[in-house]
């Protein structure tokens, strides 16, 4: 197409991979490679071992997994019922409104991470809401964080779900909320299921809010990884890294299972 | 009309419906978001406002717009912000016009490849970076068995450039994702014509390609501006003493000096600036048409 | 939520079937007018549509025929103007409310719900038994020949089928009023005069249904209504049955649109009143025309004569005769298409396939006869003849 001669395209692939690999493939394999390696004093790690995921789950990485897991749940599932509401109600406002409203819903995507977190601590370390040094703080901040997200995700696939199916089911005699329940939601499936896939994975690499409010019962997996490589322990950094990884990828990959099945039908 | 069928899909034509008005059920969520999220903010601006002994006074600004600090920080996250929008932009550019537009075998997978990494951490890149080009990394390692040298001759992670390589790497596909989303909807007969034409590969891209990816390149270049203003993660855990930026200022006063109205200007100056790129990014992606923006968003 | 309030007269159709024979509604335009932002999209329209009628609505593209549908089906509401089901007004219920049936273009079928229970929706909607609903969706699905596909899901049926799910679906709820928006559009050719016969019989079996039926296909129409509302412009035009819509056109536009006749601006030269006819005069031609309820001479008239009234073959007693130039001669399969010439005014003549089709710029004389030919009141002529399309 753009290039006719076959040199001139493998040309352009191989710039393509001279670019691609090194700056994306390389990171990823330089810290799965670290989270195995008992030595690395050389070009390539030497006396591979599992020792680093072992230590840090003898240390603390077993709570802290448990507790990235509640907290991201916790806070997609929330995040999703409010994204989802929102986004319903918002549609059936007038254009203006929608506007003004639907901004007000994702203003969080712009708003540093940091200065959400710092905005919490402020105002729920008095009255009427105490929350600091809570699990709850934490959560909290995941969900401002993420909500957004699942607003946006949910509006897309509503603008993109054509209005006669509930035009017909309404006219068949289908009540507003039955016609929510079996027409609209069924059909939103795959971007609901898009929308906690990506909350989910959001949630669990959360850093900068989460860092500002935790409390020191409610460690989540990166700021232990920071708290590791913080203080050298940077393999075993490496090894928890890894674990994330491996686990928002099987989310994702869950996720885009059940989707493609959702939209197969 | 009762106010639930206003949640249905209909066409409000110029005669609006009666009964329960649709706004009702906008409260509930509304709501919820001022508490957790408006509610913060507003105690964000209240306590940069608050002077000694708890009175409202403009003193915590003076004292921090005036702190090299500040004015450091605040030069040096645009600094690295810019640089690092514009190098996503050329790399995610050249990227994604060869993934669209040279197809091969894989291109498919690392269309997927690109939407996953945008959901890992950020901090990763930087651990990497450590492992790599870091004072203990492999290519101080390479370099220094090379050269003979003792003292670790590779530290560009510890600068600024370090940061912003990282960033670039960690930031492009968020360049990409547009720019793959206005490419596939590109009519390849129009390349295929103007190559039949006899235009060279140089001026289709300049003359077809380009004013096709204008739209996409500057929403998805406000986006990435946007969010390397607000990067913590790489910053943190690549951890130079001289690279300060915002975020790292207002995490060092907050948690660190336990200083809360400072933290609390600076976050203020943050958000402005993000939120006033953000209200740029929402006009360029509305004019470039919301299909795309729902491939930035999602 | 309010919804309790079901019409009086209007049970539901699940759990009073039989109630529904007796409320047979019409329905009743009055002087609806709908409005978005900056189109008006329908402009004071007034229709009656008696009970048990098929109505079509035809008109060009954008003339407002899906609003005029949808302000009935109750997803517009109008500016101002109310819509009425047989005596109550309905303009401000509810959709869910009004027990009508309703199949669209792209026919919205659920995709996530197998065929059966698409056509359960309605009935599980109502909160009928398990024990009515399977029988009911038997019969409904048996009416339209799908009975064999029951289990299946929508995408795993052809366009067709499709269709015929989503008739199925509409009927299911004994509706009062069925509401048809272009259902035969994305059929091919032949499916659609197959899926038209199936809705005249689905009609005939049905003949309590009120129908509105939307086209833009004159033979649709032609072929189902009882009458045919013309649209264009966001306005009614002309309202009719098939056959006086077609024979004596009461516009120009619907001579157009219906059959596509040709007009040709004419002054009347004499009356006739006897006969009813009129002799009149265009370009160096004087020809006799039908002219019921008389016309006075000297007065200037629009002639309206359709393609295929137009023969070649030698005049039959009393026909006109005029010599025209041949422009352009295409050949369409079942007919040969003359564009003609006389002194300027263009002439559109349909004949049968013809072995020696006349040549480009030779002269022949076309005949028709005085009672398929019409006067219309003097109007902007040239829209007709402007017309190559057709
Ligand atoms: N939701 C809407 N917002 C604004 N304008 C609209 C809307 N729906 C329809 N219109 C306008 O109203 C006019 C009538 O539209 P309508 O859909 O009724 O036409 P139609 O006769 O059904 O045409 P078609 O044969 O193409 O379906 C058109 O000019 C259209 O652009
Ligand atoms: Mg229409």
Redesign the interface.
């Known amino acids: 197409m753009l290039l006719p001669s076959r040199p001139s395209r493998v040309a352009a692939w191989v710039l393509f991979f001279v670019l691609f690999v090194p700056v994306f493939g390389l990171p990823i394999v330089v810290v799965g490679a670290a989270s195995v390696a008992g030595q690395w004093n050389d070009v390539l790690p030497s006396h591979l071992t599992l020792r680093h995921l072992h230590d840090a789950f003898v240390s603390n990485a077993g709570i802290e997994l448990l507790t990235s897991l509640a907290t991201g749940i916790i806070a997609s599932v929330v995040a999703l019922v409010i994204g989802t509401w929102a986004a319903l109600a918002v549609r059936a406002l007038r254009r203006r409104g929608a506007k003004v409203i639907g901004t007000l819903f994702v203003l969080p995507i712009a708003v540093p991470s940091v200065s959400v977190g710092l905005g919490l601590l402020v105002a729920f370390s008095r009255p009427p809401f105490l929350l600091n040094g809570t699990s709850v703080i934490v959560v909290i901040a995941h969900v401002v964080l993420v909500t957004a997200f699942a607003f946006s995700s949910v509006s897309a696939g509503l603008a993109r779900l054509?209005a006669?199916?509930e035009?017909?089911?309404?006219?068949?005699?289908?009540?507003?909320?039955?016609?929510l329940f079996?027409?609209t939601l069924?059909?939103l499936?795959p971007s609901l299921v898009a929308a906690a896939g990506l909350c989910f994975a959001l949630s669990m690499g959360e850093l900068g809010a989460t860092i500002m409010v935790y409390p020191p019962g409610w460690v989540t997996l990166p700021v232990g990884i920071f708290a590791l490589t913080d203080r050298g322990a940077v393999f075993d950094g490496a090894a928890l890294t890894v674990l994330l990884l491996v686990l928002t990828l099987v989310v994702l990959v869950a996720v885009s299972r059940i989707r493609t099945r959702?939209s197969?039908? | 009309?009762?106010?639930?069928?206003a949640l249905?899909a209909?066409?409000?034509?110029?005669?609006?419906?009666?009964?329960i008005p649709a706004w009702i059920w906008v409260v509930v969520p509304l709501a919820v978001l001022a508490v957790i999220f408006y509610y913060p903010l507003f105690f964000i601006l209240r306590q940069s406002f608050t002077g000694e002994g708890g009175h409202p006074s403009l003193a915590p600004y003076a004292e921090m717009l005036s702190s090299p600090l500040f004015r450091g920080a605040l030069l040096r996250t645009i600094q690295i912000a810019s640089l690092s929008t514009l190098g996503c932009l050329a790399l995610g550019f050249v990227l994604a016009l060869i993934v669209s537009f040279v197809p091969f075998p894989g291109a498919r997978v690392v269309s997927g490849f690109i939407g996953t990494f945008l959901a890992f951490p950020s901090f990763l890149i930087a651990l990497a970076f450590t492992f790599l080009y870091g004072s203990a990394g492999v290519f101080n390692f390479v370099a220094m068995d090379i050269s003979g040298a003792t003292q670790p001759p590779i530290d560009f992670v510890y600068t600024k450039w370090g940061v912003i390589l990282a960033e670039i790497t960690f930031y492009t596909p968020f360049v990409m994702r547009p720019l793959l989303a206005a490419f596939s909807q590109l009519d390849t007969a129009l390349i295929e014509v103007a190559s039949s034409l006899g235009a060279r590969p140089l001026r289709i891209i300049r003359e077809v390609i380009v004013p096709e990816a204008v739209p996409a390149l500057l929403a998805g270049g406000s986006l990435c501006l946007l969010l390397t203003l607000n990067e913590f993660g790489i910053v943190l855990f690549i951890g130079a003493k001289g690279v300060i930026t915002l975020p790292m200022v207002i995490y060092g006063k907050a948690i660190q000096e336990f200083d809360y109205t400072a933290g609390c200007v600076v976050a203020v100056v943050n958000i402005t600036l993000s939120v006033g790129l953000y209200a740029l990014y929402r006009f360029l992606v509305s004019r470039s048409g919301g299909g795309r923006a729902s491939a930035v968003q999602a | 939520?309010?919804?309790a309030a079901v019409m009086p007269g209007f049970p539901?159709?699940a759990a009073g079937a039989k109630a529904a024979v007796r409320a047979r509604p019409g329905i009743r335009f009055d002087r609806v007018t709908?409005?978005?932002?900056s189109t008006v999209?329908l402009a004071d329209f007034s229709l009656d549509v008696e009970p048990g009628e098929v109505m079509a609505l035809l008109g060009p593209s954008g003339s407002g025929k899906t609003t005029a549908l949808?302000t009935v089906?109750?997803?517009?509401?109008?500016?101002?103007g109310r819509v009425f089901l047989g005596d109550t007004d309905v303009t401000?219920m509810?959709?869910?409310?009004?027990?009508?049936?309703?199949v669209?273009q792209?026919y919205?079928l659920?995709?996530?719900m197998r065929v059966e229970q698409n056509v359960a929706?309605?009935l599980r909607?109502?909160g009928a038994s398990r024990a009515t609903i399977a029988p009911r969706v038997t019969e409904c699905l048996t009416m339209v020949g799908m009975a064999a596909y029951a289990r299946r899901?929508p995408?795993e049926l052809s366009g067709g089928q499709q269709q015929r799910v989503a008739i199925a679906?509409?009927l299911?709820?004994r509706p009062r009023v069925l509401?048809l928006d272009e259902p035969l559009s994305a059929l091919d050719a032949q499916l659609r005069s197959g899926m038209l016969n199936e809705i005249a019989r689905l009609h005939r079996e049905l003949p309590d249904v009120t129908i509105l039926y939307v086209t833009h296909d004159q033979v649709e129409a032609l072929t189902l209504a009882d009458r045919i509302a013309v649209m264009n412009d966001s306005r009614l035009v002309d309202v009719g049955t098939a056959q006086s819509l077609y024979q004596q056109p009461p516009s120009d536009f619907t001579a157009t649109f219906v059959g596509n006749a040709n007009l040709v601006p004419v002054t009347v030269e004499a009356f006739d009143a006897a006969r009813q006819e009129a002799r009149v005069r265009f370009a160096a031609c004087s020809v006799v025309v039908r002219a019921n309820g008389g016309v006075t001479p000297g007065e200037r008239r629009t002639l309206c004569v359709r393609p295929h009234a137009l023969a070649l073959e030698p005049p039959a007693a009393g026909a006109n005769a005029i010599e025209a130039r041949v422009v352009e001669v295409q050949w369409r399969g079942s007919a040969h298409r003359l564009y003609l010439e006389i002194d300027g005014i263009e002439l559109r003549a349909d004949s049968k396939p013809l072995r020696e089709p006349p040549h480009r710029g030779e002269r022949l004389i076309v005949h028709f006869a005085a009672h398929d030919a019409t006067l219309l009141a003097a109007a902007q002529a040239d829209r007709g003849s402007a017309d190559h399309r057709g």
């Open positions: 054509p006669h199916f035009q017909v089911a309404a006219s068949l005699g289908g009540r507003p909320a039955y016609v079996r027409v069924p059909l499936t959702a197969y039908r | 009309m009762t106010a639930a069928t249905l209909a066409d409000a034509p110029a005669a609006r419906r009666t009964g | 939520m309010a919804d539901r159709a709908v409005a978005y932002r999209a949808r089906a109750g997803f517009v509401t109008p500016t101002s401000s509810p959709a869910h409310q009004r027990g009508i049936g309703m669209v792209q919205a659920f995709p996530h929706f309605g909607a109502a899901y995408h679906r509409a299911a709820i509401l």
